[in-house]
Structures are given as C-alpha cells and as structure tokens.
C-alpha cells in the first residue's frame, strides 16, 4: 500500500504561484509514475501533468504547459507541482496519483493509489 498526502493548496490571485506537494509513505514512489489530476466543481476528472518513475519523461495538459512543472525527488519519496500564471480556470481539486503502468500517463481509471487531493482557488 501506498498513502499519498497532498499539500500546498490554497488561494491566490490571477498571475499567482502555488506549489503543491505529494508526499509518499508506505512504499517508495521510485516504482510509481506519478500523476497530479485536478477536478473543478461539476466537471470530470482532468489530466494535469504526469512524470515517469525515474523523473526523465513528464507529460503536460496542453492547458497548463509552460505554466505548470511537475517534478519528483526519490530520495524524500515526493512529487511537486510547481504552479505558475495561474488563471481562474485553474480553481480545482488537485490530486497526486503513483500508477505501476509503464510508458506515459495512464487513463484516470489506471491508477492504483490516489491522494485525498487539496484545493486550489484561484480569483480573478
């Protein structure tokens, strides 16, 4: 099993930074590829940014690249999210999911193991 703790959400103005953390225990997240999927109030589940077990590939939603930047620190069993230029449209729940699957992002559905997630409210 393991329990993926998110942290880092709250609120900020339009053109603000957060950064978002993903902090693993109970196993290393050196075997996962880790995801952050974020969830706005009525909407599915979106793609956000994905990075591969070793932290060589990452992946973008075209909605946040060149904005956002994921990245992952083996060693302390961590992912982060680095948020840049946030806009409205942002505002969400952001999750951290590890997926054992290999290649790029899975499908939501793929996952194995999620965070309780935490929320980001960007204003305008």
């Known amino acids: 099993q393991v329990q993926l703790v998110e942290s880092g959400g709250g609120s900020v103005q339009a053109g603000g930074s957060l950064r978002l953390s993903c902090a693993a225990s109970?196993?290393?997240?050196?075997?996962?590829?880790m995801g952050w999927i974020r969830q706005a109030p009525g909407k599915e589940r979106e793609f956000v940014a994905f990075?591969?077990?070793?932290?060589?590939?990452?992946y973008y939603a075209d909605s946040v690249k060149g904005r956002f930047t994921i990245s992952r620190d083996n060693t302390k069993n961590t992912v982060s999210l680095q948020m840049n230029s946030l806009k409205p449209e942002d505002t969400a729940v952001y999750y951290c999911?590890?997926?054992?699957?290999?290649?790029?992002?899975?499908?939501?559905?793929?996952?194995?193991?999620w965070g309780q997630g935490t929320q980001v409210t960007v204003s305008s």
């Open positions: 990075v591969s077990w070793g932290g060589r590939n990452t």
């Open positions: 999911a590890a997926s054992d699957g290999v290649g790029g992002p899975p499908a939501s559905t793929k996952y194995n193991y």
């Open positions: 109970g196993r290393t997240l050196s075997n996962y590829g």
